[in-house]
């Protein structure tokens, strides 16, 4: 039987360890939810880095028996990998360039190294379970290099590859020693899928730039193959976060909401720890609200939630102790006896907490510096049942292609994003229902299960041509 094999970096599962037991929870993640109905199915399965260093064999043994049972294959890396793969290339090289932070990208050959070893690493046991006839999907920057091997060892299999991050201009791209092996790698895929227009331009620019290949409108022929390259907007599960404002946990969170900030406006922030998130920036733009506005002083608080993230980088280091600055300076600089302006906790919580949150929260402030997509906009717009409540966009974050109806802001732009939060908590309510019901519209419709459906049927379509052109 024809099966489907997801590969991404990480698996769509928590580990945790106690005294050598190692127990597995399946992730809330976007992602995970949205290939949930794929991945379980029949002998389906889905490939990647459980997320824990796990050394001993025996204990590999353990944790793979366990994976097996839920339809996941672990690829184990190690310490070296960690610093080298994931830390080093994907995070020091790939990700800085493509969110446009080239200041921030080192330039490594061990980084290089241990990436194209790790995208080896990954082809080698997706050899072993993959056979003639499946479809493999595989998910973002980590593995750019995948579909190439693949497609070296197994030239009719057919090959998906979305990439979650954004794909930068050409100049930012070439500053890569690498780009035309990354290129080459991607170029393995049938069907390429980005988030936006933009990110589609960029890679067949860069494409056409850099490699001996010829491309049409969205078509791309290399070595007499032609590879389809798509844009496949993400969404969310919008039914789980419309539902969930009715569940008693979250009801109850509400209303502990309620009492706490009583008669306060909450302006919300939550991203992972990332200097692509325009967290310091959002942090002056709150400040100088408070400056400016000194109405607003013991009224208006910035709940901001960071995840902690990637905290071995060491950008991401020095990110977190700028933020504890800067969220001390602002406390002590406006705070009075019986309020915070900031209420800042570094630390995941669980959905239940994040939908009171998006449920009792007046306006949600995501100004990204630059985002593939991000989901924490839609998953605010999803939440507010009551149609009420105002969302702060960045236009470097995909979404805001989608959610035009959002107050949309330059995130550099400091005192735009400070006059959106003063238009936003001065909005009627008519305008933010106007608003926040076009939203609604657009991320119940454009959900995760119709992303999904759409790009696999896209694969498949885009597999029927190429086998057409084959027999011809
Ligand atoms: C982004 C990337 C994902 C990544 C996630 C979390 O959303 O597109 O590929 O998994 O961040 O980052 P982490 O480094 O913890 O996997």
Redesign the pocket.
Known sequence: MRKTIIV???LPVKISETEGDYSLQPSE?G?ATGLGSIYREGNNIWIGWP?QEITDQKEQEKVTKKLRKMNLMPVYLTQDEINNF?EGF??ETLWPVFHYMAVYAHYEQTYWDAYYQVNKKFRDIIMKVAEPGDTIWI????LLLLPGMIRAEMPEISIGFF???PFPSFELFRLIPWRAEILEGMLGADLMGFHTFDDTRHFLNAASRILPVTTTANVVSYNDRAIVVETFPMGIDYNKYAEMGSDPEVLQQIKNLKENFQNDRLVLSID?L?YSKGILQRLQAFELLLQLHPEYIGKVVLYMIVVP??DQVPQYKELRDEIDKQVGNINARFRTLAWHPIQYFYRSFPLETLSALYNFADICLVTPMRD?MNLVSKEYVASRNNNDGVLILSEMAGASKELIDAIIVNPNNIGAITRAIVDALNMPLPEQQRRMKQMRTVVAKFNINHWVKLFMTRLQEVNEMQQNMLAR
């Not at 998910?139 to 980590?142: A, E, G, I, L, N």
Request: no cysteine; net charge positive.
């Open positions: 991404s970096n990480r993640g992602l997320g994931y994907s995070n998910h973002d920057y980590q990439q979650h991050i992972r990332d993230s990637r593939g």
